[in-house]
């Protein structure tokens, strides 16, 4: 069946640090991969997305390219600050049922300053 | 353009009760989704309504329900509540046309069961 699978958290950096998420998962075909974030007592939202191999989906100084051939889409940025702390979520959507969602477990992400 | 709104926000229930969750989607978008938010499972799928139609469902037990209501609108329904339905449970909502479209989440209902 289809899964995700995220790195444990917490991960705690120092503000101006390299942020690195490993998320991998295992779906059939070519599923369409998602980041979310959770910020404290709100909804999820996405962050960025990719949907085929070799996409690089970015936002917000964010980037994760979808690898096929690792089956992954790890979570990057080059300089982490005290607002980006908050619970990051990897997920895919099928591609023949791309209405159906699985999430990852969640990353919580602590940046001091 | 008005986001995801799920009402009540916050709900305390006693075990064995029933209750019941709301959520009105974005204007347009006619797939919803629920999900149950737990610190010990993460996020899991409970279930996805297309024109008033479950379309997908997750692994959780008959006492989970839901509908949706011909202008998008959902509820979901808990029946027989026990201790570990405590839980945030959020609602997405989404276009539903193409691959690679997102879900747009609500806030959450927050439901404990004492």
């Known amino acids: 069946g289809n899964s995700v699978t995220q790195m444990e958290g917490p991960v705690t950096l120092s503000e101006e640090a390299f942020l690195t998420i490993n998320c991998t998962y295992t779906?059939?075909?070519?599923?369409?991969l998602f980041w979310y974030v959770q910020y404290p007592g709100e909804g999820l939202q996405l962050l960025l997305k990719a949907t085929k191999a070799d996409d690089k989906g970015s936002n917000k100084g964010f980037e994760a390219t979808y690898r096929k051939e690792t089956t992954s889409f790890h979570l990057e940025k080059g300089s982490v600050q005290v607002s980006d702390s908050a619970v990051y979520f990897c997920?895919?959507?099928?591609?023949?049922?791309?209405?159906?969602?699985?999430f990852g477990s969640g990353t919580k992400l602590n940046v001091k300053p | 353009k008005a986001g995801v709104t799920q009402t009540p926000r916050y709900l305390i229930k006693t075990r064995g009760q029933q209750v019941t969750l709301s959520c009105s989607p974005i204007s347009g978008h006619r797939s919803v989704s629920w999900y149950q938010q737990t610190p010990g499972q993460g996020l899991q799928f409970l279930f996805e309504?297309?024109?008033?139609?479950?379309?997908n469902k997750g692994n959780f037990p008959g006492r989970f329900s839901g509908r949706q209501f011909s202008n998008s609108r959902s509820e979901m329904n808990v029946s027989t509540l026990e201790l570990g339905d405590s839980a945030l449970y959020l609602c997405?909502?989404?276009?539903?046309?193409?691959?690679?479209?997102?879900?747009?989440f609500g806030p959450g209902t927050r439901l404990t069961v004492t």
């Open positions: 779906a059939t075909g070519y599923p369409s």
């Open positions: 997405a909502s989404s276009l539903a046309g193409t691959p690679g479209h997102e879900q747009y």
């Open positions: 309504y297309f024109s008033e139609t479950q379309r």
């Open positions: 997920a895919l959507s099928e591609q023949n049922n791309f209405n159906k969602f699985y």
